[in-house]
């Protein structure tokens, strides 16, 4: 693949299961090396997957350990939703199959959910509040995200994995208490889009309360703004300056 930065306006068009399969690892590989960039790593915690095209109760994700800036496409695992590793080298983080499991079962129309322990998320999930429209970006998340309002420890069960994805419901985005953030979309850039915003959402809220009272859009203005920022096309769009920027700097993701 042609490493040459272009500038896209709609998903891409498939001519096979094989190249789509492809293009979705490469993003799932170029969301984990920007997860990386960001800070968004703690340890081996955190975890992106994506449902494969053709084996829609499969998905993909990475291996268990390997460090978000070392993923290239080749390194990740496939695994079922009975957390059985069918393609790969490497073994499932069981965090990840508890809770993206029950989440892709959930959500049909989902391919892809994020979760991470980025440090303003997991700071904003403490308060045990969902986030409020007080900027332009919040409002991509007004009236669109969840609380999972329960901690009981590392997620390791699927019943766990399961109320999470009761929580988050048709919404695109879930805040874990005292865990962190969990996104969602009908793409990996979306979802890993959602993740990123809403992460900068948690942290200029943190920021705005801690000098003062932040002034909440109204809902009128916060609905007729959601349908900016809001939309599937827009999660998508606003990932794609991201791909061009990682893949120029590290096209070894590719691979």
């Known amino acids: 693949m042609s490493t040459k930065m272009t500038l896209s306006y709609k998903p891409p068009v498939f001519l096979s299961v094989e190249e789509e399969r492809q293009h979705l690892k490469q993003k799932l590989a170029a969301s ?102 007080i900027t332009q970006d919040a409002c991509a998340f007004y009236n669109d995200h969840s609380l999972f309002d329960d901690f009981t420890g590392v997620v390791l069960d699927i019943e766990e994995g399961q109320r999470i994805g009761k929580a988050l419901g048709n919404r695109k985005a879930c805040i874990l208490r005292n865990h962190g953030l969990l996104t969602v979309g009908k793409s990996v850039d979306e979802a890993a889009w959602w993740f990123i915003t ?43 300056p991201l791909w061009n920027r990682i893949v120029k700097e590290q096209p070894d993701l590719l691979d």
């Not at 053709?54 to 994700?61: C, G, L, Q, S």
């Not at 695994?79 to 499932?92: A, I, K, Q, W």
């Not at 000098?211 to 769009?237: Q, R």
Request: net charge negative; charged share 20%.
């Open 32 to 133: 984990f090396r920007l997860f990386s960039k960001f800070g968004f790593d703690e340890g081996v915690a955190g975890h992106i997957t994506a449902r494969d095209p053709e084996r829609k109760d499969h998905f993909w994700v990475n291996p268990f350990g390997m460090h978000f800036s070392q993923i290239k496409a080749s390194d990740l695992i496939l695994c079922n939703h009975d957390g059985v590793v069918v393609e790969g080298n490497y073994p499932v983080n069981r965090a990840a199959f508890a809770i993206h499991s029950q989440v892709h079962a959930a959500r049909p129309d989902v391919i892809a959910a994020a979760h991470a322990h980025s440090v303003y998320g997991k700071s904003w999930s403490s308060l045990g509040r969902p986030l409020d429209p």
């Open 198 to 240: 809403m992460e900068r959402s948690c942290q200029a809220q943190i920021l705005a309360e801690s000098v003062g009272t932040p002034i909440v859009i109204d809902d009128e203005s916060a609905a007729v703004t959601y349908e900016t920022v809001g939309t599937h096309e827009a999660g998508w769009f606003q990932f794609q």
